[in-house]
């Protein structure tokens, strides 16, 4: 798929693996429509990329509402005129026990990382398929999306969801015909702020017995994450190749496997041994 003079669209682009992202699309000639919920670090990659000569419109917005999804996707497509590749990445750790956290926890991670994915995927979709135009849909999951992730659980059912959504997304578009594809980008540790999605929270949660442990596991996956600039090149290539699954780290697929092996032998999937135990 050619880029140079296209659109991209970018949620969670104040930080992080949106900030790559954006800042590689730009680097490709592309239009950017950059969306986050923290005004000052989305204001920073504006004047960026602009000063570099990128056509940007920049929107705060919570990707969770779903409103205001609607109206970034009307300035968006009254700016352009059309969106080619719509990057649904915006997203929130939030990790603990299964049976110990409050359901406020779970419905703060489907709000930001499954509903923002559907919202951008509702918001922008129709009017890329009647663009006529061949274009792309790339949204963040994760590994913990493939994986159940043990002491993540909001996050890793939130991620599940995204995935699926991805998924679902992948087979309407084949079936009704459409030029669009879609990419399900799964992450393993990216060196960004995700350690610090609280920061971001509406109200705090309540403290459980489990928040050091839960701490550890999301600091050492950044700490020893590759740079976000390594997965936007991934990100080019899965587009340009057409490559459903973004897998950025190749020490994950052998698990793919064994998950597939386990659950066939009707047997709970041993954890990736990459992943940090108890
Ligand atoms: P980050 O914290 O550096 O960037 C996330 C961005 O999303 C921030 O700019 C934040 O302000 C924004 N954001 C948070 N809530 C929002 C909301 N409700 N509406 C709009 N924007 C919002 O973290 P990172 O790692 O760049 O996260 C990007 C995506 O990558 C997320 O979906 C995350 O779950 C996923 N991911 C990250 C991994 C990692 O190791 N860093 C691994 C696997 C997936």
């Not at 699309?25 to 004047?47: S, T």
């Amino acid at each position: 798929e050619r880029l140079e003079g296209r659109v991209a669209v970018v949620t969670g682009a104040g930080s992080g693996i949106g900030r790559a992202l954006a800042e590689r699309f730009a680097a490709e000639g592309m239009n950017v429509a950059i969306a986050d919920i923290e005004k000052e670090p989305l204001d920073d990659v504006r004047r960026d990329l602009t000063e570099r000569g990128t056509p940007v419109l920049a929107q705060v917005l919570d990707v969770g509402d779903e409103q205001a999804v609607h109206t970034f996707a009307d300035r968006a497509f009254d700016r352009f005129g059309a969106v080619h590749l719509l990057c649904n990445n915006a997203g929130v750790f939030s990790g603990g026990q299964i049976w110990s956290r409050p359901a406020s926890d779970f419905a703060w991670a489907l709000q930001v990382n499954l509903w923002g994915v559907l919202h951008g995927i509702q918001a922008f979709v129709p009017r890329m398929i009647e663009g006529g135009d061949e274009g792309h849909i790339v949204n963040t999951a994760s590994v913990a999306g493939l994986f159940a992730s043990p002491f993540s659980g909001p996050y890793s059912v939130s991620k599940f969801a995204a995935y699926a959504a991805t998924e679902c997304l992948a087979h309407e578009l084949v079936i009704t015909g459409s030029k669009l594809r879609a990419s399900a980008l799964c992450p393993g540790g990216v060196a960004t702020r995700i350690h610090q999605s609280d920061r971001n929270r509406p109200a705090p949660s309540a403290p459980t017995g489990d928040q050091a442990f839960v701490d550890q596991i999301i600091a050492d996956t950044v700490a020893g994450g590759i740079p976000p600039a390594q997965v936007a090149d991934q990100v080019v290539d899965a587009v340009r190749t057409q490559r459903f699954l973004i897998l950025t780290h190749d020490t994950y697929r052998p698990g793919l496997t064994a998950r597939a092996n386990a659950l066939t032998a009707g047997a709970l999937p041993d954890l990736p041994d990459y992943e940090p135990r108890a």
